[in-house]
């Protein structure tokens, strides 16, 4: 079945204890990107990557890190979470292009205390 | 980045047609629009997209007016399941510009049985 996994789907954590919340698809695709979601805000999108060792910034980078080794993983790395960024975080891929469009993962909870 | 503008909600009759506004007022010639919408604790789930023409799917209808300043999402009859955050945003085809992407806050579709 294609799709887009994310993990973990929730994570209760400590302010300045690294995590990863990992990402990986099926689709062979070129695209992936990581958003965020909060109440009264919207999606917003953090980081994306148009292939293999190709990143770049979203509207809200700050305190985030991406790496994109493999075509199908795109971790999402918080050197030092803080409380801000406690929030639902989203993975999506798609074909390289405008002209497709992107699938998304379940989400991933993280609560930063 | 150009950017959409959509009514913060709306409502609608069960199996009644459903129009969602979307106004792209500075949309460039390459733009594709498309739209997304999100179910209530689930990941954005794509809806339809097009550049110039109308386009027709099993989901929905998608209205492009003829200057392309704004689209219009039509659910043909509403369903309980349709009620979401509809989304629409634009994917730019020049080079690289389809990576960055704006969601905005969104319609919230509320549907009555």
């Known amino acids: 079945e294609a799709q887009v996994t994310q993990n973990p789907r929730y994570l209760i954590t400590v302010t300045g204890k690294k995590l990863t919340v990992t990402c990986s698809q099926n689709?062979?695709?070129?695209?992936m990107s990581w958003y965020r979601q909060d109440p009264g805000l919207g999606l917003r999108q953090i980081y994306y990557?148009?292939?293999?060792?190709?990143?770049d910034k979203g509207d809200v980078p700050e305190g985030y890190k991406v790496s994109r080794k493999e075509k199908r993983n795109f971790p999402l790395i918080l050197e030092s979470p803080s409380p801000n960024q406690t929030s639902l975080y989203f993975c999506?891929?798609?074909?390289?292009?405008?002209?497709?469009?992107?699938?998304f993962g379940p989400g991933t909870r993280l609560t930063v205390l | 980045d150009a950017k959409t503008t959509q009514p913060n909600s709306m409502e609608s009759n069960e199996e009644e047609p459903v129009h969602l506004p979307c106004n792209h007022s500075?949309?460039?010639?390459?733009?594709?629009i498309h739209w997304y919408r999100q179910l209530p604790s689930q990941g954005p789930e794509y809806v339809i997209h097009?550049?110039?023409s109308n386009v027709n799917n099993r989901m929905a209808s998608l209205a492009i007016a003829e200057d392309r300043k704004s689209s219009t999402l039509i659910l043909h009859r509403a369903t309980l399941r349709d009620a979401a955050v509809y989304y629409c945003?634009?994917?730019?085809?020049?080079?690289?510009?389809?990576?960055?992407?704006?969601f905005g806050q969104g319609t919230i579709l509320t549907v009555h049985p």
């Open positions: 999506a891929s798609s074909l390289q292009g405008a002209n497709y469009e992107q699938f």
């Open positions: 689709m062979n695709h070129e695209y």
């Open positions: 990557s148009m292939n293999v060792e190709v990143t």
């Open positions: 500075t949309i460039s010639g390459t733009d594709y």
């Open positions: 097009g550049l110039t």
């Open positions: 945003i634009l994917r730019g085809a020049g080079g690289t510009s389809y990576g960055k992407l704006t």
